[in-house]
């Protein structure tokens, strides 16, 4: 019997490529690295209420075609996906204090030239 539950943290995923914004459960790296469909990945922008977004590390030299987003803060096209997930003063993750409504409101979809 497993004693230790798991928790998971509630985040966003950004989908440039879909052009949606869901809801998704993550419990550890592991999960980040599905979500974003990357082995290595960083974070580019924290809101001042802790929650971080984080991105593929290696999209722009993947040589995959990639869609791009940008996010309210960051100065630069973001390429593939990005997962915005809340954060403990401490560093752990955990739910995103942002609502999904405005979450939306910091991503612009870019159009493919």
């Not at 950004?14 to 960083?42: A, G, M, N, W, Y």
Request: charged residues 25%; glycine residues 8%; proline residues 4%.
């Amino acid at each position: 019997m497993n004693t230790s539950e798991e928790k998971s943290s509630i985040g966003y995923l950004i989908d440039p490529e879909s052009r949606l914004i869901t809801v998704v459960s993550v419990s550890d790296f592991k999960d980040i690295q599905k979500h974003l469909e990357c082995d290595i990945f960083t974070t580019v922008r924290a809101l001042e209420n802790g929650d971080t977004l984080y991105v593929d590390d290696m999209s722009l030299i993947s040589g995959k075609p990639q869609e791009f987003f940008m996010f309210e803060g960051y100065p630069s096209p973001i390429a593939g996906r990005g997962l915005l997930l809340g954060a403990t003063p401490d560093g752990a993750d955990a739910d995103c204090e942002t609502n999904v409504v405005d979450a939306a409101m910091l991503v612009e979809w870019l159009e493919r030239v």
